[in-house]
């Protein structure tokens, strides 16, 4: 099974902690606010505007900064994912 | 009888609880954000933008995750609907 | 006497309650929130935009779902009428 | 002297209580939001969109049901007006 | 010295209320509310949309009716003047 | 060293009560609100809208009048300057 | 590891005190409001307007001034960073 997202949607996956010190990043603030990391497993096929198809600037697989309110929590045999708004990613870790 | 929705307009009916076990998707969150699952009974002709007609991206029969309180609940021959814009579809779940 | 709305607003005549039983349309939620069933018996000629004019999606006669308290009420030789915006019809029912 | 609208505006004179009646509409509502009968006097050239002027819909001497509470009064050689944008008129009653 | 108005502003001089007399405008409703006459004195060159200029619709000496509170006063060799955009001007009076 | 404004920003000086003077502009109302006289020390390349750059209004040594509390205030090698959008820019004084 | 930042936004890294010194700025107004320097460190590929990508005005090792509070903070490899839209940067600082 699989979840397809509409127009500009992204479904991502949350990294765990370990995860994120192993990559270097710490997240500063508070915990409220404070971004959030994650791994791409699905990718809208892009909205439209003005008639034409806005090509998506992220794919499945990339790891990326989210803010950590941004979308809708789901839970998918057994995982938890996220569906958010491309707009709502703020970068790509590589 | 049938209901035509209007624009980018959406007909879908709720899945019941025992279906959305069977489909392995358990929803998070308390149960008044969290999104629920559904199949499209009915897709309007798409938006007009700029004078073109956008192709909507659900068809009949597609299964979605929508946000709860998106749309409007109608019944319809004992059956009850909501009738929803796309953008407040999530995601088609396969 | 006729009532020729502007731009993309539609009249309509709201429906009776036998009406609506006949059409086997019930509608849910309390009396505040519900739609309402109407029928078509004007349309305007479509809004303008970027200078082109946007074809109408109801014409007269149509079955609609519309908002309880979208538009206007006014009465016209001793009819009630409702004007209101296109957007602001649900779905069209048949 | 005369008005001259600027862009989508209209100058209208609202018809006296007597003239309603004469025209059998009946306006629904309480009298804070009930909309009014009017007759068109001056029409803007229209608005300018995309650098085209959108051609106006109503025209002198057009009764026009509007919202009571748009535009501005003003007085003019003893006589009361009413200036409002074209959006504001709901229907031409004919 | 001179004020030159950027983009769509406008700059007018209000008119005292003899001349208001004279010209036999009475403008209605409460003080706070009820929009002046004023003197065009001087127009920006047009705003820019999608790259091109639109041509203003007022010109120097042109008398107009502007909301009271729209714009800013400033005062230039002892003449008090309004600063504002001409979408805040309501009509020319002729 | 130098500071460039981005898209459609200006940087200004402030000019002193003195200089305001002689220019012979007094600007009315309370401190708050009135607006000020400064010289326009640097120009951005101005906004670019529908993939055209539109060309600024202002170029620098303009005397120009703006909303005293737009933009953002920094000091720059002793000398204090205000940031700003140059539609917040009024007008032009020669 | 790198950042690379989505559509229009940019990464940044605050600028020390001691360097801020060196440069001759000092940003005036309370410490919550006033912007800070920063050099560009890491920059989107453009936002898509119309189905264009338009190109970015900062380029890496920029000196910028920003909104003290826009953007988000996150810390890499032990350094912290902005992530922030090239609209909340208010003028390169050469």
């Known amino acids: ?3 397809k997202p509409l127009a500009d949607r992204v479904v991502i996956k949350r990294l765990e902690a370990e995860e994120k010190t192993k990559s270097g990043i710490v997240l500063t603030g508070s915990a409220k606010e404070r971004p959030q990391e994650a791994e791409v497993v699905a990718v809208g096929p892009g909205a439209i505007v003005d008639g034409k198809r806005i090509e998506m600037e992220v794919k499945v697989s990339d790891k990326v ?4 309110y941004a979308g809708t929590d ?3 045999d057994g995982e938890e994912y996220v569906i958010l708004k491309q707009d709502d990613i703020l970068a790509i870790v590589e």
């Open 1 to 3: 099974m699989r979840i």
């Open 65 to 68: 900064l989210f803010s950590k």
């Open 74 to 76: 789901v839970k998918l």
